[in-house]
């Protein structure tokens, strides 16, 4: 009885107190923030090692009907591919954590590449969501666009169509591949915020 | 995908075992599913998380008239649908109309939202029924009986706190022209729901962003009902706030100042849009241009949550200090204190970790109690019950409880300790600080009382701060035996000094209670404070009869009590607010709440009216009546033409009223008329002069 009450004694307030971080926003236009997580294949992957490339960052949890309509259609994997044969690195970052929709272990998520032909450069885990939270990744999908210095050039949905409907991407202005002309032409990206849509990202807590 | 069927993620359990059967399996669901493996079709296609209805307010619309139609909206179990600015994530729903050649829709208008934070993530949404309305023109000239066949594809995301589906829902309805009549039922339902639509505020506000916080000030008479701490801005407008920040509203004189942080975007907007929520439901439509907004200037009372959590932080370190003195603490402390003494002298070092060990036992019970409450509350306002002072119910029940806790300390009756809790073992201290903590809630029921109203009625962290505050004023004096050891050679012993010590502490909470009484005789009049004394009373009856059963030693003492607190139960339910006279803010005699019948015998007696609407949260409406229509030469003149003066007061938003005023083209207050007699009402500026109402009865043909 008495370690009983005490562990409750220490969990429930501890549980209480416990209040995710707040989201800490990285702002357009300055240096985006460094990470370290690793893929589907256990590999430490870091966002300062590609620095030389743009890099694209996507919010991804495959349960989510917003990111089906862009993987179902094929739209993300051949926005994968466009932004990959621009000399882009693709990571797609996965925040949900376990127990939560779209939460994979490693295998899950080499299995999940596989099967929807996704073309990430590498598909990270972030269970702890804290990748996540220091973005501010709301949604999923949620896209970044990071230029070859590591400055955050765009944030915010894959296109301009915030609907769950395939029909849609025809005709969608796809925000990633735009910021990605624009840098590879040396221009100021048009469009370098824009408001996500999708589901929430499915955080711990 | 299968445009928005109900597909749903179901994490497999088997899956998670362990490795290469992992695999295997995971190759087997990604074959049989359609789609991705970790999806699975868990209900079928069509079943939806959202019932929505088409509802409109009249099937038999008069030409060249507008009706309104409701798309009325029940989430499932569980389930939200997004307001329009879903927050963090969410989507806008989208309507896809099929009309008659004609007929025009207006743009989806939606009630006030209420908040959903998950995991960080702010949701601006409906968790219960709610409607949606858009407002249909349907052109002159259609003749009677003319079929107006209504379809609509609505576009919509529900969401758990788990998964998000976006549904479609196909819904008709035919309207026929006609004479525009609407049921009484029908009429029922719009007003329930019209009522929770936000009212047009009437004056512009405006906002600063700075330092990367975001400020908004609103013109909000300082007359005007309503708690400020609880307000809440819903932006319409993207880029303005952080959605997940906390926010905080103050009252502020003529003005009310929401503060939060600002949404770091690389263009801040030019004007914000947005709703401002002064409770569940209940909101208006403000606008504000960008400009400076100086912060609240004094912290009024009722202000965010810093200085009521700070005072009952105070006063719950307090309390908890003085339950030290209470005879069921006060032996586990001395126990606990001698033994300190006698280690003491060994160790100072070990005598102070004890002490910490202590403190930490106490102060994390106490913490767990506060939090168990916590949960419990979030279970009763999910329920639909709301803990506020504002509700004459809630102060007379504190009356009783207050009472109830003078007369124990006064010794009326005991509150005993159960015999479980007098084993302290040697289990260390942490354990003995728990088992403090956990003796003391019993016996201490006056203070932990006290600790639960507050809890029941602060915010959750203000709560928890007051329940920490609990646990460590009960640890505090233990601190200090642990600290300072020529405090243990000083320790009092108990005796009959104690008694005495507690039936003194009674006088302040008899205090409490009379102020309680006070705050009840405001609120519920002289009725409600008769009920509430009389509550008290029968509380009282009963614990002094089972004191006397106390003292007498028989078993079953609580039952007199516990009728005593049943009858007290039956004498608070009734405790209603005093209705405030309709006309109650209108300082010139002579006036008269306005209805629509008084309207027209008026009018049928050829009388001149002067009719205006007004709400006490209107600034630009008590402005003018200040400098206009209050003055004496508006009332002379009135006077001296025979014009009788009608009041409408919306500050509840009456939905008769609203469509009055709707019906003159308005969608909100203030709205001036002068009916000359036998001629058609004109609608005044909303701005007025008292020359301008002083000229009205000398007018020709007026």
């Avoid at chain 2, 009310?256 to 914000?272: D, F, G, I």
């Amino acid at each position: 009885m008495k370690p009983i009450a005490i562990a409750a004694a220490v969990l429930v307030p501890a549980l209480m107190l416990a209040a995710p971080p707040v989201a800490a926003q990285q702002a357009t236009g300055r240096p985006a923030g460094d990470f370290r997580l690793f893929d589907a294949n256990g590999r430490a992957v870091t966002l300062s090692q590609f620095r030389g490339q743009p890099v694209v960052l996507e919010w991804n949890n495959p349960g989510c009907p917003y990111v089906r309509k862009h993987y179902d259609s094929g739209n993300m994997q051949r926005t994968q591919g466009a932004a990959r044969a621009m000399g882009a690195v693709w990571l797609t970052i996965n925040s949900s954590a376990p127990g939560k929709q779209g939460h994979m272990t490693g295998s899950e998520a080499t299995a999940f590449v596989r099967s929807a032909k996704a073309q990430p450069t590498a598909y990270l885990l972030d269970p702890a969501g804290r990748v996540g939270r220091g973005y501010a990744a709301k949604t999923t999908p949620h896209i970044y666009v990071v230029d070859a210095r590591g400055v955050l050039r765009y944030q915010g949905a894959i296109d301009d169509r915030p609907t769950a409907d395939q029909a849609d991407i025809k005709g969608a202005r796809n925000y990633a591949l735009a910021a990605l002309t624009d840098l590879k032409a040396g221009r100021a990206v048009s469009v370098a915020e824009s408001r996500p849509y999708g589901c929430s990202v499915k955080y711990a807590g | 995908m299968a445009g928005g069927g109900a597909a749903r993620y179901v994490p497999a359990p088997m899956l998670r075992q362990a490795g290469a059967v992992r695999a295997l399996l995971y190759a087997l669901v990604t074959l049989f599913a359609a789609g991705w493996a970790v999806t699975v079709q868990a209900q079928a296609v069509g079943e939806r998380h959202l019932a929505l209805d088409l509802v409109p307010e009249t099937t038999a619309p008069r030409a060249g008239t507008r009706v309104t139609l409701a798309l009325a909206g029940v989430p499932a179990k569980g389930w939200h649908a997004y307001w329009q600015n879903g927050g963090d994530a969410g989507v806008e729903t989208r309507l896809d109309w099929t009309l008659p050649a004609g007929v025009t829709a207006g743009a989806l208008r939606y009630p006030v939202p209420g908040r959903l934070l998950i995991a960080g993530l702010m949701n601006y949404v409906y968790e219960g029924p709610f409607a949606l309305f858009v407002d249909l023109d349907v052109p002159a000239g259609l003749a009677p009986g003319t079929r107006l066949p209504v379809r609509v594809r609505a576009d919509y995301l529900v969401c758990t706190e788990e998964v998000c589906v976006p549904e479609k829902a196909t819904l008709a309805t035919e309207l026929t022209v006609g004479d525009g009549a609407v049921t009484p039922a029908t009429r029922a339902r719009f007003d329930a729901w019209r009522a929770a639509f936000p009212k047009p505020l009437g004056s512009v506000g405006t906002f600063q962003l700075a330092n990367g916080r975001f400020r908004l000030g609103v013109p909000f008479p300082a007359t005007a009902d309503g708690p400020g701490a609880d307000a809440y801005f819903y932006p319409l407008t993207q880029n303005a706030i952080d959605y997940a920040a906390p926010q905080r509203a103050t009252r502020d004189g003529d003005r009310l100042v929401v503060e939060t942080k600002a949404a770091t975007a690389a263009q801040p907007p030019a004007s914000v849009e947005g709703v401002l929520a002064l409770g569940p439901g209940r909101g208006f439509t403000v606008r504000a241009a960008a400009g400076a907004v100086p912060p609240a200037s004094q912290v009024p009372e009722g202000d965010g949550i810093a200085r009521p959590a700070m005072l009952a932080f105070a006063g719950a370190v307090l309390g908890g200090l003085l339950l030290n003195v209470m005879p069921c603490v006060f032996p586990i402390l001395s126990l606990k204190a001698l033994s300190l003494a006698k280690g003491g002298g060994s160790s100072e070092a070990a005598a102070r970790r004890e002490a910490l060990a202590y403190a930490a036992g106490v102060v994390l019970v106490c913490l767990a109690l506060g939090a168990l409450l916590l949960v419990l509350r979030a279970g009763g306002s999910a329920a639909g019950w709301a803990f506020q002072l504002q509700d004459p119910r809630a102060i007379a029940a504190l009356l009783v409880l207050v009472v109830a806790i003078a007369l124990n300390l006064a010794g009326l009756f005991e509150v005993l300790t159960p015999a479980w809790a007098g084993r302290s073992g040697s289990a260390g201290a942490f354990a003995t600080g728990a088992l403090a903590a956990f003796v003391a809630t019993p016996c201490s029921g006056p203070f932990m009382g006290a600790a639960l109203g507050a809890a029941l009625v602060l915010p959750a962290a203000a709560a928890l701060a007051v329940f920490g505050g609990l646990g460590l004023g009960i640890a505090l004096p233990f601190l200090a035996l642990g600290f300072v050891p020529a405090l243990r050679r000083r320790l009092p012993r108990p005796g009959p000094w104690l008694a005495t010590a507690r039936a003194v502490l009674s006088v302040p909470m008899f205090l409490t209670a009379l102020a309680l009484a006070w705050v009840l005789a405001r609120q519920a009049g002289a009725d409600g404070v008769v009920l509430g004394l009389g509550a008290a009373l029968a509380a009282g009856l009963g614990l002094w009869w089972a004191g006397r059963r106390q003292a007498g030693g028989r078993g079953g003492a609580w039952w007199p009590a516990a009728a005593g607190a049943a009858l007290a139960l039956a004498a608070v339910l009734p405790v209603r607010p005093e209705a405030r006279a309709a006309a109650g803010a209108v300082a010139t005699a002579g006036n008269e709440p306005f209805t629509e019948a008084r309207l027209a015998a008026l009018r049928g007696e050829n009388r001149p009216v002067f009719a205006y609407f007004t709400a006490d949260w209107c600034l630009t409406c008590k402005v003018n009546e200040k400098a206009a229509i209050e003055t004496r030469a508006v009332s002379d003149a009135f006077r001296a033409g025979g014009v009788r003066v009608l009041v409408g007061d919306w500050t509840d938003g009456d939905p008769a009223m609203g469509r009055f005023i709707e019906a003159h083209n308005r969608a909100g207050v203030p709205l001036y008329l002068w009916y000359a007699p036998g001629r058609e009402p004109r609608v005044l500026p909303q701005l007025l002069t008292p020359a301008m109402l002083a000229a009205l009865p000398k007018e020709p043909n007026g």
